[in-house]
């Protein structure tokens, strides 16, 4: 099938649309699943089960004052946020969220139109995102420089300290995956375990698939390497200044974040979208579900870990790990 | 007519963007500005069909370079504008528009190809990825470990220069604070 | 047996090395003692070799590595084993290991012990390369191993002063040692000359494949090779004129004396000869020029060593003769003659050496004879083996030199050149008598020492043990001649005398014997009974001309040295402080100066360097963008 | 259509820029900031003639170029900032210790 201008807009439009939507329903989910992972109901009052909480956050967000400190630079402390978001999506257009298809030709004016997996499926896919999600740093970075508090230059310092450490280990945990399929394309490791469960990367790389998740936790700024913003030790970091939809900018930065993590740790490791048709827009969507309730899951099991320990942690152990990893992965491939 | 239009699109943005670099006395917006550039020039390199180039550019300079730049910048008062005396400006902006005049005129002029052909031309079908690497890792192998080893040789020496004693000042007892108040007192 | 080869060979190169090891330290008996026993392996590897080669015939030809591989030129480092080279090996190793055993005792007081026996191995793996190698380019790097370390022993006590020529004939240590080496490196500007012109005509180095051209090369370039080749060998084995240097080496250690001077390195020269022996048998006239300059430096020889008070360099005078004598062997083509008489010579001198080496530390390193007398009461076994030596040295019936000597004088003889046969008959009957001078005025007579309130003392049993296998080899090694000649003609060609000799042959021996005995008897009666000093005779031209070598020395430094000194002190006031040195100091000025006159370009400012440094990348850019275009 | 002479003048341009950076900034690290737009126009005309000379040596050189930036900047910054521990201040101005 032909890749027209028009299906990549839709598949722009329909990645914008549902990943913003997801963001913030990504709260609501996230306050259900601690509330109930604590024996606790979580948001009941707006809405049905507290499902209209997410309206209640947006009017919220949308209409509270905006807020640049005095000594901020104005400029910069603005674009910061939209850093954030704009290269959370950015790297998610190069990832298959979902199967490509067709749109039903009974519908008007789109009828036909062919829409890819991947909004552009870069022959470099894998390197892109971690590439674009390297620069997604610089939102945080900027916005802790760039407002005049102490928090934030802390906040600051801790983004690119661990955003840099732990691109090293994400890049070389992921290495050997490629190495095995051979391409940085993500439609050739769809391919490469189109095979079945048995085929899934995970069974050849497990330590590797463990070190991304780890890493992936690390560069999403999740619990327990939340420390870019963690309220007790340093308030709220990089976003101690902001307020309203710039802070929600970051936070929606946040949750496209986690999605690409997810959405790599599935195609990558778990086979994708394998099936064709509706059952692969199911598995993948399962699988995507199941990271991001795993993120979740280990917030609500794991304390906080020092700073110092973030480093040991990277440098110590899981770099070391994914260096042997590739070596004896190497070897294998070469015997 | 795309590749027209990013072209022009992607050099305006991206010699505006220097020039911001080279001209802001705000460190925090020449570093922006600089970073958002390089973004830019992998952009360049993705139009020329170097995507590994591109992606190395966004990973390595943008990710890694610049992102040490601003690390280093927290040492240092970021927020301030810095002085600078600048004397002599003419010259510089002489000197500088002069080698692009020339550097411009030496390229506009019509370039006797014929004479130069590829060592190792791109394969067809094949990815940028694999160009790269066959050829990195055959004709460049030695370079490449030399880059290699000089990258080692610069973390020690960067770890060993701005690692040791980073707790205290070689030259002053007093931080910052209580300069102020020094100073103060003096008043 | 390619193992013995290299075990052979190598085993004093580790000796050396394992010297060297402790070269700096302190004087340890264990180094003596390994390197002897090193020494010792090396022997018998070669005995073992020699044995092999008697019984089979097979010749050992090994190739250890290519050394050399450019362009055309291929060298590789192989070495030979065949008649030739095992007879030089046994000598050499013999008596190296006797002489390494005897510097034990010898050199028991000096604090350089290490060192020395570092020097030595050195110098005997040297020479092992020299007769070893199976190409000249091997031969020529042992030729000048053998050079370095002969420097480096005879300037062994480096330490001491330098005196005048009166108080002592060869100054000083070092001089001695500087003098060898640049004498020796004049003749071996020859030699290289020889092997240049030998590589440029016939592509190669390797013995076989020169020799094997040879037919095919023109008289001249016969001839002239020949002759370079000669005039390394003159400079090695000490001939006229380039044979100051030799009794000038006295000056080292006498353990040196024995192995260096006068057993193996200065016999190179005539090995030299032996082993090129298809070319200069294809040069008669360059091989009469080595016999009548063989006989003619014996003759002179003789005459210096006849009125010499240096008990050494009697010795070394005698040296000289009977080098002279292996020369004028080889020179009328007896190769083989002259290549056992090498042999045989090496034992008797060394042991003849090595017995002066016992007087010398006897009487406390005094060495003028005439201060001596009447040892043999003291030194009873040294007695023994100096006068042994001397009887062999005289040519006397049945000692080893009798055999060799005779059979030289009487190639002389049957070459039909009656002069030179003359000539070496009168030096066999000087050499008697100096030599017996030399026992008689040493042992016998009045004890002249204890003026000088010497107390002697015999040497060590051990070293008078390891003496004797020379002595023994000195007394016996004659009657293996006709064995001998059997074994060597395999490679050497042979040499036959004429049947006219061969029915005089009883004469000849007779009169040469008579000679020798007239010279001893001469001697006996004039120094038996004591030192009797004949002023009148020792006042007269003749005596002083003798006694001051011809003064050749002088001449040297008059004619040659002075000279040189005065043309270089021009050179270096003219030329060099005025041309050179003014030229440099110029640009220099010129340098300075232009640094002064910018100095203020350097503000220490970065900017500003900066600056400067795009001035001149705009000025370049301009100059390329316009040659661009005029082009 | 754009050729490779367009790349080469806007590689040049931003050379320039980088080259008036160099020469009228006294602060170090906005020296380093201008050094790295030099490198980053030498990048872009490498991969410009790599494409159209369809050769891949192009790129390698700026795959280099990059390895020695990342050299630079790890052994710059720590001289950085050694010298602001010192100086308190990165003004070339005041660093003119070496005066001839």
Not at chain 1, 200 to 208: F, G, S, Y
Not at chain 3, 462 to 476: D, K, S
Not at chain 3, 484 to 492: C, M, Q, S, V, W
């Amino acid at each position: 099938m032909e890749v027209t201008w028009i299906g990549v807009l839709i598949k722009a439009i329909i990645i914008l649309a549902v990943i913003s939507a997801i963001a913030g329903f990504g709260t609501y989910i996230e306050r259900k699943v601690l509330a109930f992972m604590q024996r606790r109901l979580g948001p009941m009052h707006v809405g049905p089960y507290g499902l209209l909480q997410i309206a209640a956050d947006g009017i919220k967000l949308f209409t509270k004052e905006d807020i640049v400190p005095q000594n901020a630079n104005a400029f910069i402390f603005k674009i910061a946020p939209v850093i954030t978001a704009a290269t959370a999506f950015i790297a998610l257009s190069a990832v298959p969220v979902f199967p490509d298809f067709t749109i039903p030709s009974w519908i008007p004016v789109l009828g036909g139109t062919f829409v890819p997996s991947i909004a552009s499926d870069l022959n470099i896919g894998v390197l892109f995102v971690l590439g674009m999600m390297a620069a997604g740093l610089y939102g945080p970075l900027l916005a802790g420089m760039s407002q005049a508090n102490k928090w934030g230059i802390i906040g600051a310092a801790r983004t690119a300290v661990q955003f840099l450490s732990y691109e090293v280990v994400t890049g070389l945990s992921i290495l050997a995956p490629i190495m095995l399929v051979g391409s940085l394309s993500f439609v050739d490791f769809n391919a490469y375990q189109a095979g079945g469960i048995g085929d899934w990367l995970v069974w050849k790389q497990p330590v590797a698939f463990v070190l991304f998740l780890i890493a992936g936790f690390a560069e999403t700024n999740r619990t327990p390497f939340d420390l870019l913003e963690h309220e007790a030790e340093v308030v709220s970091g990089y976003a101690t200044e902001y307020s309203g939809m710039r802070w929600g900018m970051f936070f929606i930065g946040e949750y496209a974040n986690m999605i690409t993590v997810s959405v790599i740790a599935a195609v990558v490791f778990l086979g994708g979208y394998d099936a064709a048709g509706t059952l692969g827009w199911l598995f993948i969507m399962a699988k995507i579900a199941f990271f991001f309730f795993l993120m979740l899951w280990v917030r609500a099991a794991w304390p906080h870990v020092r700073p110092d320990q973030l480093m040991w942690l990277c440098w110590k152990v899981l770099m070391p790990l994914a260096v042997v990893n590739i070596v004896i992965t190497a070897l294998v491939m070469m015997v | 007519m795309y590749e027209m239009i990013a072209f022009y699109l992607f050099s305006a943005l991206t010699i505006g963007l220097f020039m911001v670099t080279v001209m802001s006395k705000n460190v925090l917006y020449a570093m922006t500005s600089l970073a958002s550039a390089m973004v830019l020039i992998s952009g360049f390199f993705f139009i020329l069909g170097a995507d590994f180039l591109g992606v190395v550019q966004l990973i390595v300079y943008v990710g890694a370079i610049m992102a040490l730049y601003s690390f280093a910048m927290m040492f240092f008062d970021a927020t301030r504008d810095i002085k600078e005396k600048n004397t002599n400006n003419a010259l510089v902006f002489l000197l500088g528009g002069l080698s692009a005049l020339v550097l411009v005129l030496i390229f506009a002029a019509p370039i006797h190809s014929d004479a130069i052909h590829a060592l190792y031309p791109i394969h067809e079908g094949a990815g940028n990825a694999q160009d790269v690497g066959i050829v990195l890792f055959t004709k460049y192998l030695v370079p490449f470990e030399v880059a290699a080893v000089m990258l080692l040789v610069a973390m020690i020496a960067g770890i060993i220069l701005a690692g040791k004693k980073m707790d205290h000042s070689l030259t002053k007892d007093l931080d910052a604070d209580d300069e102020i108040l020094v100073v103060k007192d003096r008043k | 047996m390619e193992n013995l080869v290299y075990i052979a060979l190598f085993a004093p190169f580790v000796s050396s090395l394992f010297a060297a090891l402790f070269g700096m330290s302190q004087r340890q008996v264990f180094v003596g003692i390994v390197a002897s026993s090193l020494l010792a392996i090396s022997f018998i590897s070669s005995a073992l070799l020699a044995i092999h080669l008697y019984t089979t015939g097979d010749v050992i030809h090994v190739r250890l590595m290519d050394w050399i591989n450019a362009g055309d030129l291929h060298i590789p480092f192989g070495f030979i084993v065949d008649q030739v080279s095992v007879t030089m090996m046994m000598v050499v190793t013999l008596v190296s290991t006797v002489v390494h055993i005897y510097s034990i005792g010898y050199m028991d007081h000096d604090k350089s012990f290490n060192r020395f026996f570092s020097y030595l191995s050195a110098f005997v793996f040297s020479m092992m390369i020299l007769v070893m190698s199976d190409n000249f380019a091997g031969l020529f790097i042992g030729w000048e191993g053998v050079g370095v370390c002969s420097w480096l022993l005879i300037g062994f006590w480096y330490h001491k002063a330098d005196v005048t020529r009166e108080e002592n004939p060869s100054i000083s240590p070092s001089w001695a040692a500087n003098e060898a080496f640049i004498m020796n490196r004049i003749a071996d500007l020859g030699m290289l000359i020889g092997l240049f012109i030998i590589y440029w005509n016939t592509g190669s180095l390797q013995y076989d494949e020169v020799f094997a051209q040879l037919p095919y090369l023109s008289e001249t370039i016969l001839t002239t090779s020949a002759f370079a080749l000669f005039i390394g060998a003159m400079g090695k084995s000490a001939q006229f004129p380039l044979h100051t240097w030799l009794t000038d080496a006295m000056e080292g250690p006498t353990p040196v004396s024995a192995l260096i001077h006068a057993a193996t390195m200065v016999t190179a020269g005539v090995f030299l000869v032996i082993r090129a022996n298809p070319l200069f048998s294809m040069t008669p006239e360059v091989s009469f020029f080595i016999a009548s300059l063989g006989t003619f430096v014996a003759f002179f020889a003789a005459s210096m060593a006849l009125v010499n008070r240096d008990l050494k360099r009697i010795i070394a005078f005698s040296t000289l003769s009977q080098l002279g004598y292996m020369f004028a062997a080889a020179g009328l083509g007896a190769y083989w003659i002259a290549l056992f008489h090498l042999g045989a010579h090496a034992f008797f001198k060394a042991l003849l050496f090595l017995g002066a080496g016992n007087v010398m530390h006897a009487m406390h390193d005094e060495l003028d004879i005439f201060k001596m007398g009447g040892l043999k009461k003291t030194m009873r076994w040294t007695w023994l083996y100096m006068g042994l030596a001397s009887l062999a040295l005289a040519g006397i019936f049945p000692f080893a030199g009798f055999f060799s000597k005779d059979a030289i004088i009487e190639t002389a003889f049957n070459e039909g050149t009656y002069v030179l046969w003359a000539i070496l008959v009168i030096t066999a009957g000087m050499t008697a008598f100096y030599s017996f001078r030399q026992v008689f005025l040493t042992f016998h007579g009045d004890e002249r020492y204890k003026e000088f309130g010497i107390h002697p003392h015999e040497m060590y049993k051990y070293v008078l043990i390891a003496m004797a296998p020379l002595a023994i080899l000195a007394l016996v090694a004659g009657f293996g001649m006709h064995q001998y000649e059997a074994f060597i003609t395999n490679l050497l060609p042979e040499y036959h005398m004429s049947e006219h000799t061969h029915h005089l042959v009883v004469w000849l021996t007779l009169i040469v014997s008579a000679f020798a005995i007239g010279g001893i008897l001469l001697a006996y009666v004039k120094y038996a009974k004591g030192l009797k000093r004949d002023t009148k005779l020792e006042n007269s031209f003749a005596y002083k001309v003798l006694a001051n070598q011809y003064y050749i020395p002088q001449l040297y430094e008059e004619f040659i040295t002075k000279p040189y000194k005065i043309v270089s002190e021009i050179f270096w006031e003219k030329v060099d402080l005025k041309i050179v040195d003014a030229t440099v100091d110029n640009i220099a000025k010129t340098l300075y100066k232009t640094g002064d006159s910018t100095r203020s370009m350097q503000t220490g400012n970065l900017s500003n360097y900066l600056n400067w440094m795009a001035v001149g990348g705009v000025v370049l850019l301009v100059i390329a963008a316009i040659s661009a275009m005029l082009v | 259509m754009i050729g490779l002479s367009h790349y080469l003048i806007v590689s040049a341009i931003i050379f320039s820029i980088g080259l008036i950076g160099v020469l009228r900034r006294r602060n170090l690290l906005m020296l380093f900031f201008a050094t790295e737009v030099m490198l980053n126009a030498v990048n872009i005309a490498f991969a410009a003639i790599s494409h159209y000379y369809n050769d891949l040596t192009g790129q390698m050189f700026a795959f280099f170029v990059i390895a020695i930036a990342a050299s630079e900047v790890a052994v710059g910054l720590g001289i950085l900032i050694v010298l602001y521990k010192k100086h308190g201040s990165l003004d070339l101005d005041n660093l003119a210790n070496m005066r001839g």
